[in-house]
């Protein structure tokens, strides 16, 4: 089966600017999860979906971040504005009968 | 709230065995994964407990001890390939996303 799709594979971007990520989770996997990884750290998640709607949100910093999973499949995570701080690899996880598969992440640098 | 030890850091040989500890303190639990990550790279799934016992798949196995909210990955036969980070990631607690630990990154040396 094909795995989880990420775009952009790297995004460099200055600060105050705003940020899209975006991900296609593997086909049928109704469970869709956003988690920010800040080097030297593990994952954190940030935002989980059922198909098109949020299950948890409680890690999202609401202020900058917001997702959506408008058709309950693909998904975007949109920073705005950026801060330092939010330099990390943001990865997309889908849900199966073998647990989380990962997608390659998008590796945000914020300068 | 969620709480999940790991070394930093450890250093084995080629060929030898390492074992990596993963401790515990969580408000709910529903199993535990471990997961290897490659610089740069996604973690891909290495292992799954739910039951307390030993798991073992080829060269790797894991353990687990829910009474004493512990777990280890146990690594054989060691190869260069294996330097990575390996997560330690606890399933439970309300909604089923992962809380993860910081990580071992695990150094072989020929």
């Known amino acids: 089966e094909a795995g989880v799709a990420q775009s952009p594979r790297y995004k460099i971007i200055e600060k105050r600017q705003s940020v899209a990520f975006w991900c296609n989770p593997i086909s049928g996997h109704a469970t869709l999860y956003w988690y920010q990884q800040i080097l030297g750290q593990g994952p954190k998640l940030l935002i989980q979906f059922q198909n098109n709607g949020v299950v948890d949100d409680s890690q999202l910093p609401k202020d900058r971040f917001s997702a959506e999973r408008l058709k309950g499949v693909d998904s975007t995570l949109k920073i705005q504005p950026a801060k330092l701080e939010d330099s990390a690899v943001y990865l997309c996880?889908?849900?199966?009968?073998?647990?989380?598969?990962f997608g390659s992440g998008t590796r945000l640098t914020v300068v | 709230g969620q709480n999940i030890d790991q070394p930093t850091e450890m250093t084995a040989t080629e060929g030898a065995i390492v074992q990596i500890n993963c401790t515990y303190q969580t408000s709910g639990f529903n199993g535990l994964f471990w997961y290897q990550q490659h610089a740069g790279e996604a973690p891909t799934f290495l292992s799954y407990?739910?039951?307390?016992g030993l798991e073992e798949k080829g060269r790797f196995s894991s353990f687990l001890s829910r009474s004493k909210g512990y777990s280890y990955l146990l690594l054989k036969e060691l190869q260069m390939k294996d330097s990575a980070s390996y997560l330690c990631?606890?399933?439970?607690?309300?909604?089923?996303?992962?809380?993860f630990g910081k990580g071992t990154h695990l150094i072989i040396q020929p």
């Open positions: 996880a889908s849900s199966g009968p073998v647990g989380y598969t």
């Open positions: 407990n739910v039951l307390d």
């Open positions: 990631a606890v399933f439970g607690g309300g909604a089923d996303g992962l809380t």
